[in-house]
Each structure stands twice: as C-alpha cells, then as structure tokens.
C-alpha cells in the first residue's frame, strides 16, 4: 500500500496527479490523517444508525461531531482532539461499537498503525429484533 | 417478589426529538459563519470529494493538526470485472 505524507495540501495534491500520471491509473486519493482527531469510518448504509451513534458520542465525549456522506456509508469526525487515539477507538472498540467492528479488522488496522476506525457489517453479531413477554 | 429487570435497547436515546436537533444543524447553516471568513483561503484550490468541507470544518473548530496523505486505493468497478471475465 502506497502512502505519503506531507503537512503541504498543494503538494499532497500533485504527488497525486503526479502518481496517476506515472502509473496511467486514478486509484491515487488524497485524504486527511490525524494522530489527535477521531475518524470513523463507516460502511453500513444506515442513517438512522449513524446519527444515534454520533448523538452518543457527542453526549459522552462532550463535543461537536460531523457527518459525512460517501459512497458506500459515512464518515464520522469527532470535533475535539484526544491525547491517545488508540487507547480511544479501543474503548469505543469495547464499547459502543462491539457489535459493528469486527475483531480482526481492528487488530489489523491498529498494528498497521491506522488512525482511522473501520466499521463494517459483522456478519457474526447477534441483533436483538423483538422482546417477547 | 423478584423484580423485573429493565431493559432498554436505546440507552439515553430519544430520536424524535434529538435527532430533529442535529438534522436540522445541517453543514450549510452553520459552517456559513466560516466559509465567510476562511473562503479566501481556499480560492484556486483543488476541489476534490470532501477534503475541502473537512478542512473547512477542523478549521472552524480550530483543528489545525493534521497531515495530507496521498494513497492508493484500487477500484474495480462491476462493469470492468465483467468485460474482463467476458474476455
């Protein structure tokens, strides 16, 4: 996987075209990667879903978080910064999210050293859907 | 008497009203305040997917500690697949 960083937006930006051009291919992105701001990405197509967990955060974590669309789910950006990112999305991982991210998936993407968190549908998790008395 | 243990799925929760609230504080409305102020900044700048409207956001928030990261991420769109497994 190739990934460069640079604290240059421009020169993020060419580096891109630049690898498109050399490679004749527009699979090369630019994105936003912090150390300090949690991003959540999510692919479940689930609005309802979205806004309840980021009602939650806002309330726990006391902060703005925003929305946002893409393709294939949301993406959801806590509005504050946080001193360990890792220590964060593994009690969030504990948490609020353990029926949403899967457990090798998280592994993985924090021994790669990823400051994003993955969510995607777990095929394994229960799903409460009635209470019958 | 044992006492019935309560249960509620949606913990502190209620989307009716809450929901309304954050719905309603829509991207547009209340981000104008610093597009106003920070739309120079950006002037001839590439526009690409929502790079642009998140920078706008951490910086409204004064979030300003981030890095541009330029990655590969391949794409094989379902037509392709099938042209390629039709040849």
């Known amino acids: 996987m190739v990934r460069q960083y640079t604290n240059d ?16 291919t527009s699979d090369f992105h630019v994105g ?3 150390s300090n701001i949690p991003m959540i990405d999510i692919d479940i197509n689930d609005m309802y879903l979205v806004f309840k967990l980021a009602y ?10 925003g929305i946002f669309k893409t393709e294939k789910g949301y993406h959801l950006v806590l509005l504050r910064k946080v001193n360990n990112l890792r220590k964060f999305y593994y009690e969030l991982y504990k948490t609020e999210l353990r029926n ?10 924090m021994s790669w050293g990823e400051n ?4 995607s549908k777990k ?11 | ?22 719905i309603d504080l829509s991207l547009d409305k209340w981000l104008s305040e610093a597009l106003e102020t920070k739309e120079k900044q950006y002037d001839g700048a590439i526009v690409v997917d929502e790079i642009t409207d998140l920078e706008r956001l951490l910086s ?17 769109k379902l037509m392709e697949l099938l042209k390629w497994l039709v040849w």
């Open chain 1, 9 to 24: 937006r421009d020169e993020a930006f060419i580096t891109m075209y630049k690898l498109r051009y050399k490679y004749d």
């Open chain 1, 32 to 34: 936003i990667s912090s």
């Open chain 1, 56 to 65: 939650k955060l806002s309330r726990k974590y006391n902060c703005d978080v």
């Open chain 1, 100 to 109: 949403y991210v899967d457990n090798m998936q998280f592994r993985v993407g």
């Open chain 1, 116 to 119: 994003t968190l993955r969510i």
């Open chain 1, 123 to 133: 095929s394994k998790a229960p799903k409460l859907i009635a209470i019958v008395r």
């Open chain 2, 1 to 22: 008497m044992t006492k019935r243990r309560k249960y509620s799925p949606t913990i502190d929760f209620e989307p009716e009203e809450d929901e309304k609230k954050i």
């Open chain 2, 60 to 76: 409204y928030y004064g979030l300003n500690d981030y890095k541009y990261v330029v990655y590969y991420s391949p794409s094989i």
